[in-house]
């Protein structure tokens, strides 16, 4: 099946410091990549729609200016946590997929902020 | 996409058929069930979906009812591997659409 990749599996960054995750899609291009977070013992909750060559849309309470998403080729999209702060740890997840392929999903990243 | 409720947690015996109940009362006629697991500190992993058929694949079996308000994952044989967060998601289109995540079953295996 469809491989998304996530780096870096996990980081640890001071507060006020940003942070850039990336997903990159191994053997697909993806137009669309989605972009999830989990705190721990909760469910994944959306955060926001990666669109290769357009602005990303963000969920509802997201700040968009906090967590910004580029994706400027069709195999990759990041997303930087910028002056990040400790309610921003949390796990980040990445998914993607190509026409009728199922979504997969990235291996998530940890981040704690310090 | 149709809500789903499932049990907050299971244990099954090693060895034996973990049933992963899923109820989604509210499924629409173009809706699909989904099944995804999230084993600790791991993105999720797609399991099966199904429509209306029963499905079967390398790793589970979905059984749909009749009405198609309810639904059961089935891992044959299940090994300690299989413990995780078992996701049912209800859902119109296939393919990579955005997911909308319930609270899952928290199935564990026991030796």
């Known amino acids: 099946g469809a491989v998304v990749s996530q780096h870096p599996s996990r980081v640890i960054c001071k507060s006020g410091t940003s942070v850039k995750i990336e997903c990159r899609s191994l053997?697909?291009?993806?137009?669309?990549m989605f972009w999830y977070r989990q705190f721990p013992k909760q469910s994944l909750m959306l955060m926001a729609t990666s669109n290769e060559g357009s602005k990303a849309t963000y969920e509802q309470g997201v700040e968009k200016d906090k967590f910004l998403i580029n994706h400027a080729s069709l195999t990759l999209s990041t997303l930087t946590v910028t002056s990040a702060h400790p309610e921003d740890s949390s796990f980040y997840i990445c998914?993607?997929?190509?026409?009728?392929?199922?979504?997969?999903f990235g291996q998530g990243t940890r981040l704690t902020v310090v | 996409d149709a809500k789903t409720t499932q049990p907050p947690s299971m244990d099954c015996a090693e060895g034996r058929a973990a049933n992963l109940p899923c109820n989604h009362s509210?499924?629409?006629?173009?809706?699909?069930v989904y099944w995804y697991r999230q084993i600790h500190s791991q993105g999720p992993q797609y399991i099966i979906h199904g429509l209306k058929n029963n499905e079967t694949n390398e790793m589970a079996s979905l059984i749909i009812t009749e009405d198609r308000k309810s639904s059961t994952l089935i891992l044959p044989h299940a090994t300690l591997r299989d413990t995780a967060v078992y996701y049912c998601i209800v859902r119109v289109k296939l393919g990579n659409e955005k997911l909308t995540f319930g609270t899952g079953t928290r199935l564990t295996i026991i030796p």
């Open positions: 509210t499924i629409s006629g173009n809706e699909y």
């Open positions: 053997d697909f291009q993806a137009t669309t």
């Open positions: 998914s993607g997929g190509q026409g009728n392929t199922e979504a997969f």
